[in-house]
């Protein structure tokens, strides 16, 4: 099994909706992340948590909130989707500063 | 400016050539200096590290760190197929809050 998964693997959604992206991992790990990547632009950080009482927001956080279920659980939410929010979703555990485990990606497209 | 800065390519090269990947900062304060690998609907995966400035070997891949010039490269001797890849460039360190900064990645093909 993956150690870091993410649902759903693929998503579209209208203008206007809210949408929950979800990550899990098995390694144990404090620190979790939340990226998207575009075409171009490369992997922006959107949030970070070093654990479930720590949350801190990155560089592109505008239109996105998180929470920190668990040590394990690290969920993505877009209140009001708009379309350039389409992206690809990356979520990474980390528990060095040299190494991040990222997930399988969320391809999420707002329409 | 931004923290990390990398040429997107494309990059296309025949088997067996070798393959030279760059990146520029900014940030005097990075510590770690990371290449990661990403295949097509992949997640990224770390390709390799090094700590502070010097080389580091790993098979057919060399990491080289220049702090002084704030650039850091990537070379693949001998390069497959297999090496068809997008390569992102990532740095970090404990002055910048454990955050990871990533280029842009360079996208490689290698033709048999």
């Known amino acids: 099994d993956a150690d870091v998964t993410q649902t759903p693997r693929n998503r579209i959604t209208k203008t206007g909706k809210r949408i929950m992206l979800e990550c899990s991992q098995t390694k144990g790990h404090d620190r979790m992340y939340w990226y998207r990547q575009d075409p171009g632009l490369g992997l922006r950080l959107i949030y970070y948590?070093?654990?479930?009482?720590?949350?801190n927001k990155g560089e592109i956080s505008d239109g996105y909130s998180v929470s920190r279920q668990a040590q394990a659980k690290f969920s993505l939410s877009l209140e009001s989707a708009i379309p350039n929010q389409t992206a690809l979703y990356f979520c990474?555990?980390?528990?060095?500063?040299?190494?991040?485990?990222f997930g399988p990606g969320t391809r999420l497209t707002v329409t | 400016q931004k923290e990390v800065e990398q040429d997107p390519g494309p990059l296309s090269v025949p088997e067996g050539a070798i393959v030279s990947l760059n990146c520029t900062y900014s940030?005097?304060?990075?510590?770690?200096f990371m290449w990661y690998r990403q295949y097509s609907r992949k997640g990224p995966e770390l390709l390799m590290y090094?700590?502070?400035?010097g080389n580091k070997e790993d098979g057919r891949f060399t990491a080289q760190v220049d702090k002084s010039s704030k650039y850091i490269s990537l070379f693949i001797r001998d390069s497959q197929p297999s090496d068809s890849a997008t390569y992102l460039c990532a740095m970090s360190g404990l002055v910048t809050g454990n955050q990871f900064y990533f280029g842009t990645g360079t996208s490689l093909t290698v033709i048999p």
């Open positions: 090094t700590y502070s400035s």
């Open positions: 940030n005097s304060a990075f510590q770690y």
């Open positions: 948590s070093f654990d479930v009482k720590d949350i």
């Open positions: 990474a555990t980390s528990d060095q500063n040299y190494e991040q485990y």
